[in-house]
């Protein structure tokens, strides 16, 4: 028994030892195949995790391209800031270091965290910006703590910098970091969540001109993370510099004029379409933009009942009031309709069983002085005889209810009501009683002070309409200038029919406005031949203003389209003061704009005498005068 026992035994720890031989062999040969496998195979890919542990590609961001108005001057710039970056590749616990990241860099570490939420699913490699625009007090803190916190990163930028005070801001517009939504969207598909793109005007509209090629260094670091040499650096290609259309000077009139007001102000060259001035208030500071934007100046942006985001220029649609009357003028002269109207004002009139009032009582009333006088019984009676889809077919001609196609995001619409227009819109019948209220600019019509001012300066130009844009022609290439067109719709260039005859009589009407017996007599201009429309536009009705109490949001919107000279003029000023009560308010708003403009060429063309005169040989004498300058 014991020899079969110590038999057993002696087998059973050869058979164990057999056992753990084949084993540790098994090991051993997987053990090699991964050494060989890392070694041989892998060397070349750890081969580059290794160099990439130890060469970090830094990026060089492109300045973005400068704005100058149409003369030359510098209106938006770049300065050179710092802003601090979180990497995640390095291997650290993060929430350990947040308190005194914060401490250092004098911000909430609940800001860093809702960075941290906010780029979550992004890849590891791509850095977090934690603090832009850092001060030297932040770098040095940065650099004192490069052992303890590997984590942070600078990276010298290229901001905006805008003129003060909200200066032009409608019109340039302001950039920001592009948002989820917009990386959505095909247009930016080559952008990175991070990049600074123009988010309105024409930073927006001409982002892609403005904004450069990045570059990037190639840097040596150390465990630490520390910078400790240099590889190599794709340079990067700043953005191209763009000229605007606005006159500097116009603009500061423009802005002077607007000053402590509600509404908008836009300046034409009706020859060419160039925006020589584009004023809307409230405004707001793009500056603000340019740096990561505090929550309390967001929230007080848009919680102001002004709305200081919206660019009213070409975004504001309300009723125009009187200043239709000069459309409603050309439809009836072309129709016929006018010359031998004549009418007694007598304070109002009954058109379809229900009165209609006129805010005097002009008496005898005829196609040349029913626009000087702005006589709404005038107006009454000839929309009456046109019909609505008459008015809405020459309303529709000079642009009304249809976008300019300005190079700027966002424009309006706006409104030209008809039978069939009501019909689409509200599934309802027009009733005739509805077009007297259109013939006066009211009910359901609606503008922006841009198609007013394109629209007036056309009839005003013999009927010839230009597409109204604010950047210098000749700057971009055929198939950029083509996919902007393409890019902004609207009625574009165009020419309506316009007898001379009527064209004279329109023009001799709109330059009586600024007469003495007409509306806007108070806003003439002494040696300029200066014409325009006031308008007076309810923002309710007189049944609903008898029972408000009456206050400054009650008020009517003040009108004026103004034009210099009356026939081809070489500007037009277009003024919506909301709530300034009568027109006349903003035909004087529009004279300070009007008086600028000529004073300006005037003093051009007296310059251009003199050195004429200077460079002319001593023998010859100076017989010839210049011709009149814009606005005679």
Request: negative net charge; aromatic residues 6%; hydrophobic residues 40%.
């Amino acid at each position: 028994m014991e020899m079969d026992s110590i038999g057993r035994e002696e087998k059973l720890s050869a058979m164990k030892l057999a056992v753990a031989q084949y084993v540790i062999a098994l090991v051993l040969v997987v053990l090699g195949c991964w050494l060989w496998r890392l070694q041989i195979l892998g060397a070349d890919n750890y081969r580059v995790l290794a160099e990439a542990n130890r060469v970090r590609k830094v990026p060089v961001l492109a300045p973005r391209g400068r704005i100058f108005d149409r003369e030359g001057r510098l209106l938006v710039d770049n300065y050179p800031s710092v802003s601090c970056y979180l990497l995640r590749e390095q291997q650290k616990n993060l929430d350990a270091d947040l308190p005194l990241i914060a401490a250092g860099l004098h911000i909430p570490v609940e800001q860093i965290q809702a960075a941290l939420r906010h780029y979550q699913y992004a890849p590891k490699y791509q850095s977090i910006p934690i603090k832009q625009d850092i001060t030297p007090d932040e770098q040095a803190f940065i650099e004192a703590h490069r052992n303890e916190l590997p984590e942070l990163e600078t990276l010298e930028e290229q901001r905006r910098l805008y003129p003060k005070d909200g200066f032009a801001a409608h019109l340039i517009g302001y950039v920001g970091e592009v948002s989820e939504t917009d990386l959505n969207q095909e247009r930016f598909a080559a952008y990175m969540p991070g990049d600074v793109v123009g988010k309105s005007g024409v930073e927006e509209t001409y982002d892609d001109v403005l904004r450069g090629t990045d570059g990037s260094r190639d840097v040596e670091v150390n465990s630490h993370g520390k910078e400790v040499g240099q590889r190599g650096q794709e340079m990067a290609t700043p953005g191209t510099d763009l000229r605007l259309t606005i006159d500097l000077d116009l603009q500061m009139a423009a802005e002077k004029a607007m000053e402590g007001k509600i509404g908008a102000l836009v300046a034409m060259d009706p020859h060419t379409g160039e925006i020589l001035a584009m004023v809307s208030r409230p405004t707001f500071d793009p500056n603000q933009f340019a740096v990561r934007l505090s929550s309390a100046y967001w929230k007080g942006i848009m919680e102001n009942p002004d709305h200081p985001m919206m660019n009213k220029t070409i975004q504001a649609q309300v009723a125009p009031g009187s200043t239709f009357k000069v459309i409603m003028t050309l439809a009836g002269l072309q129709e016929n309709v006018a010359q031998d109207m004549h009418v007694v004002c007598n304070g109002g009139g009954i058109f379809f069983g229900q009165f209609h009032a006129c805010d005097k009582h002009h008496g005898a009333v005829d196609i040349h002085n029913a626009l000087p006088y702005s006589c709404d019984t005038f107006y009454y009676t000839l929309a009456a005889r046109l019909g609505i889809d008459t008015i809405a077919r020459y309303g529709s001609e000079v642009g009304i209810g249809q976008k300019t196609g300005i190079d700027l995001p966002d424009e309006a619409t706006g409104i030209m009501p008809s039978q069939l227009w009501k019909m689409k819109t509200l599934h309802q019948p027009w009733y005739a009683g509805e077009v007297v209220s259109v013939g006066i600019g009211q009910g359901a019509l609606e503008v922006s002070p841009m198609q007013l001012a394109r629209a007036l300066s056309g009839i005003a130009s013999g009927g010839v309409l230009r597409r109204p844009h604010v950047v210098m022609p000749g700057q971009l290439s055929a198939e950029r200038e083509e996919a902007v067109m393409s890019s902004f719709p609207g009625s574009g260039d165009k020419t309506i029919p316009l007898t001379p005859a009527n064209w004279e009589l329109i023009t001799d009407d709109m330059a009586a406005v600024l007469g003495p017996s007409g509306t806007a007599g108070a806003a003439h201009l002494e040696g300029v031949d200066f014409a325009g429309k006031t308008g007076t536009a309810q923002v309710m009705s007189h049944a609903a203003l008898a029972r408000t109490n009456k206050g400054h949001e009650t008020e009517p919107n003040a009108w004026f389209v103004g034009i210099a000279p009356r026939r081809n003029p070489d500007i037009v000023v277009a003024v919506l003061w909301e709530h300034g009560n009568w027109g006349n308010n903003s035909a004087k708003l529009a004279a300070q704009v009007i008086n600028a403009y000529v004073t300006k060429q005037r003093a051009r063309a007296g310059n251009l005498l003199k050195v004429a005169e200077t460079a002319k040989p001593a023998s010859v004498s100076s017989g010839t005068t210049s011709a009149p300058p814009a606005g005679q």
